[in-house]
Structures are given as structure tokens and as C-alpha cells.
């Protein structure tokens, strides 16, 4: 067990109860074991979880540290950041312009403030409607892809100055008066609490991993945070979220009519449904319609997943980012997450439809054939082992829950699920070729383009060892139009300059090193070691 294994595997045997070990046998008992083995699997600091049905707290409960360093136990009153659960609360307040007759989500964005917090006006264009930036569907052809890009959802921003009229703050002041306080959510902020904040004792301390060293640092620079916009910034608790999610219900923020608009999923002129609506992902599973949110931000996670029909919600915040970073949430599959599964198994379906006892760290015993249910348990598996593998050099038999997974459910990878192509692409072993060529082909022909998608495809070939094929597939992705904030394109730029440079190609490997820099700054990142790269570059 190497030092970071060692570290984790102490913190959360300390913290787990000596009953969680046992089967206690009640849904509540064997949800409460599920989370803790899954937030011990994923090395998670410390994270909330909380189960509301009607006026029902079902479960309600902080697993690890608020803080590692002083062994500051987590608490279920815990605040933490919450990303981009944040774009939901900005979606409600926008479908109560609308009720109020004040705006059209078929209105041009251009026809709003351009509220400047760090967004480039050329990344829109007159064609683009609200609409648009709400579904994520306003790169390239606005309307014709959906691709989830949690910057470009501010430019919503602007709505909010022309109702409020005071230019940035505007979101803030507008959330206060529409949501935090008609709710009492004591515990909701729009950034860090000031310091003489009561509140501030339950703020849990945010940890990013460092790549360098593999281990969880403070994120200091989070903790100064002072603002929030429309697509993230904001801070809560499990309970304000529970009763956040309890107004939706009760229609004490939206109608019926109004809540119905904004978890409509868009469609594409070709009829295609997309798998968002207005801020909000929408999944059906297991008969059951999910209405759900997410966040990642560097050193944070948060899930609000609402089932309305049963007024059935479950929320996890977590002080780090891998319990959202390794499922790929954006693409719009909830089950790709352990503690979804784990929630539909012991909160949704009934008992006879999971009898399956599984031991996932034997892969060699599982059952050869397996429910619907066990099967998205073995995703998600996948999922969580192959990202701790890959960040952590840990190795957690990721690879042979795969090859199980392509064995048992071709039919997963005949349907077009973006997300899954980030799982093989760090699995380039040639047993899973048939399961990447499948799903190429279905997402290819669902999608004109998908830049993460592609981006993951290049990633595969070159760990196969297929670099002039990778090379080819980086710039694709870089020179596409549209989608040149997107995550994947920039790296595709700065991936296809290290290969440029390998092969003593230094002009090209320039140009396209600069168009990462470009873009990166474009998207509001941190850019310099980009520019340091590029340094490099001028230097050889």
C-alpha cells in the first residue's frame, strides 16, 4: 500500500462506525454502509448525504472530516460550495421572470446587459436565445447539440441586471430576495461568509488534489472567494437543499405550469432529445423521471437529484471534487455515480429487484449474469475505481469490472453515452475495441460533432501507442468549429502542440499552443503554464 493509500485508508477506518460493518439489514443501515464504501473507495476528505421524502427526513448524515489537518469530524449541518448546483437556483428565478411576464426565453441574449465578470462578448452571437444558454445547446449551430459548458450559462447574467439594475451584484441581490429569504435559508450564501459570520464555523475546509505530490491540498484561493454568479458560487447545506427541493415540490417557488417548462428537456429541429432542460438534467430510470443537478468545481462536489412524482430527493456535497469528477455527470447520466445507484436501490425499487449481494474487489465472483440494476452498479464501479487509479496510481481492478462490463452489457455501448468513452479511453486494452467502435459509431451518428468525445477517442490511440492517428484526432478537435471554450478543446490544442514539438514540428506545435492559451483565457482559466509551455517551445 503506497504513502496516499495508506493516509486515506486510515482516515476512513477511523471514521467509520464499528456497526457499519455489520448488515444490519434495513434499506436505511445498508444505504448508510454503500455511502461510507464508496466515499472511502474515492478518498473523499469528508461529504453530507441527506434522503427526504414528503416532510420526511429518511437519512441525514456527515461521513470523514470537515477538516483532515485538525480532524474537524463532519457534521450533517456542514456548509460547503455547491458549483453548478448553483445554475438550478438561477433557472427558478428566470422561470419567475417569465411568470411575471418580464422576459421570453426566446428572447435574443444580445438584447440584455452584457454584464462584464470576465466573459468575452464574442462568444455570442445575435442567433443565440436564452433558451439556448439555459439548455446548453448555444455553441456552433445554437440549437442543433447539446453540450454542457457551465461557463457560458452566466451570460444569463444580464437578465438579472436589467430586473435588478446593478450590473454583477445583481444576481446576488435577486437570490437573496427570491429564494434565500422567502425560504429562511439560513445556511445559503452567495460566496465565502465574512469571517464574524456565524455561519462560519460550519464552513467545511475545500481540499483540490495535487497532482504532483497525489495528495488533497487547502484550496486557499476558495476560501477567499467573495461572489457568486449565475452558473456557480454559491454555499449551502443539505438542509437548505432539502428545503429548497421541499418548495419545488409544494410549488412555493414556481407554478406547476412554470416548473414543467424548465424540466422539459430541449429538442434539436430534427426532434432529438436532449438530455437537459432549463438549468436542470432530466433521466428517466427505473420508470421514475429524475429532475437533477450537479457540481464540480476543483475542490468541491454536490449533487440534488429530485425525484417529483414520489417528492423523493436525495443531496451529497462533498469538500473535494472526485465525488463528481470521475462520472462524467455533464453528459447527463445520473447512475454513472455510486451513491445514485446505491439511492435507487435502497429508495426507489423495491426489495426483490436487488437480491444481488455484490463484491466488487472479486471480480472473478460475480454472478454471470446480473439485474439491471447490479449492472449500473458495476458502471459506476468502473467509473470510481478507474479515476482513483489513474489520479492515486492505486490499483482497484478497474480494468476486469470493465472487461465484465463489455461482456455482460454490449448493448450499454450501442447507445450513444458520451460519458462511457471517457471510461475506455483510460482503458486502451485491445479487449474493449468492439465496445469503443460501437459506441463511436452511435454517438457519431446522434452528434454532427462531440468535442469530449473526440478528445477522449485521441486520448485512447495514443495510449495504444497509435500517435500519428492521436495526432490527427487532437486537431480535429482544435481546429472544429465552435465549442472553443470547450474543456476538451483546449487541451486538444495543447495535446496536439506536444506532439507538434515531439516530432521537431515547432512552428506548427506554436500555433496551436497559442490557441490553447487563447482559448483557456477565453474560458476564465489559469493560464500560465500554458504560457510557460509556450516558452519552451520559443526556447527550443
Partial sequence: MNSSMAFWATLWVATIPACLMANEGSRISDFRREVSQHAAMLRLPGCCVAVMQDDNVLFREGFGFSNVETRQEMKPDSVFWIASITKSFSSVMLMQYVQENRISLDDPITSYPFVSIGFFPQRVTPAIRLKHVLSHTSEATPGESFIYHGGRFNFVAGVFDSVHGDGPRSFAAELQNRIIGPLALESTFA?????????????????????????????KQLLRSTMAYPATGLLSSVDDILRYSKALDNGRLLTRDSYRTMTTPMTNPDGEQFPYAFGWFVEDAYGVEMHWAYGLGAADSALLLRIPERHLTLVLLSNSSFA??????????????????????????????????????????????????????????????????????????SSELVAILCSLDKQRFSVPQPSLMNLLANHPDPRFNDAKDALVRSIRKKHTFHPEVEFDVARRLERQGLTEQALRA??????????????????????????????????????YQWRSICYANQAGNNIQSKLDTLKKLHAD
Fill in 191 to 219: 460566496g465565502t461568509p465574512e469571517r464574524d459570520s456565524p455561519k462560519i464555523k460550519q464552513l467545511v475546509t475545500p481540499y483540490r488534489f495535487d497532482s504532483s505530490t497525489r495528495r488533497m491540498v487547502v484550496h
Fill in 324 to 397: 463528481s469528477a470521475p462520472f462524467r455527470l455533464g453528459s447527463g447520466r445520473a447512475l454513472n455515480s455510486p451513491f445514485v445507484t446505491s439511492f435507487i436501490k435502497h429508495f426507489v425499487l423495491p426489495k426483490s429487484q436487488h437480491r444481488e449481494t455484490l463484491d466488487f474487489d472479486q471480480p472473478s465472483k460475480l454472478p454471470e449474469a446480473l439485474s439491471e440494476i447490479a449492472l449500473d452498479e458495476l458502471c459506476a464501479q468502473a467509473f470510481a475505481r478507474t479515476y482513483v487509479e489513474s489520479q492515486l496510481g492505486i490499483e482497484l481492478g
Fill in 474 to 511: 487532437y486537431r480535429n478537435v482544435a481546429d472544429h468549429r465552435g465549442f472553443k471554450e470547450q474543456e476538451s478543446t483546449i487541451e486538444a490544442s495543447s495535446e496536439a502542440a506536444r506532439i507538434l514539438a515531439a516530432a521537431g514540428k515547432h512552428s506548427m506545435a506554436l500555433q
